[in-house]
């Protein structure tokens, strides 16, 4: 079993900073990528940003400059620096991670519960 668990979301005025962390566990052989995701009241789950063990990243555009995604791939963790936060960053924001358990060839995309990101005009 594999298991992805996010923390840091909450409550921020217009123009503050959030760090998002997530933290996989389990019988995780190797992880090629994780990222962040969100989802907002009515629209669909969009990529926010994405980070490959070998620290290639991309963005969506519209958080290119404000949000930073690094990793630590020792903990097996992600975290999502984001700042000058806008009332449309309002979203659920969930981890995810493309990774190979241990005793399986293939890869697996795994999802995390999501965390509430709400940013107050």
């Known amino acids: 079993q594999v298991q992805l668990v996010e923390s840091g979301g909450g409550l921020v005025q217009a123009g503050g900073s959030l760090r998002l962390s997530c933290a996989a566990s389990g019988s995780i052989f190797s992880i090629r990528s994780m990222g962040w995701y969100r989802q907002a009241p009515g629209k669909q789950r969009e990529l926010v940003a994405r980070?490959?063990?070998?620290?290639?990243?991309n963005y969506a555009d519209s958080v290119k400059g404000r949000f930073t995604i690094s990793r630590d791939n020792a903990k097996n963790m992600v975290y999502l620096q984001m700042n000058s936060l806008k009332p449309e960053d309002t979203a659920d924001y969930y981890c995810t991670a493309e990774l190979r358990v241990v005793g399986v060839t293939s890869n697996l995309e795994v999802w995390g519960q999501g965390t509430l990101v709400t940013v107050s005009s």
């Open positions: 980070i490959t063990n070998g620290g290639n990243t």
